[in-house]
């Protein structure tokens, strides 16, 4: 059994953020079929919306153990300048 600690959600978020930057380097932008497999490849939109996924599940742990969250997504995100939002 995993002891729930304020370190261990940290090594949690910080091995998500690896796995989804190696991940990302992969992917392409938009979805290609692949005929072998019969299916589309994941696409870095697909990655980035399981990692985010992930991160709130962290939190919820930290949230319910009445730790602090590993990632605030109420911080103001980047834009790009001239980027429809």
Not at 61 to 85: C, N, Q, R, W
């Amino acid at each position: 059994m995993v002891k729930i600690t304020q370190q261990w959600l940290q090594e949690q978020y910080d091995s998500l953020l690896v796995e989804f930057y190696n991940d990302s380097k992969k992917a392409p932008m938009r979805g290609k079929y692949n005929r072998l497999t019969g299916s589309y490849a994941q696409t870095k939109n697909d990655i980035m919306k399981a990692c985010v996924a992930n991160i709130k599940s962290l939190n919820m742990l930290a949230e319910s153990k009445g730790l602090k969250a590993v990632h605030d997504f109420e911080e103001e995100i980047a834009t790009i300048p001239g980027k429809a939002k």
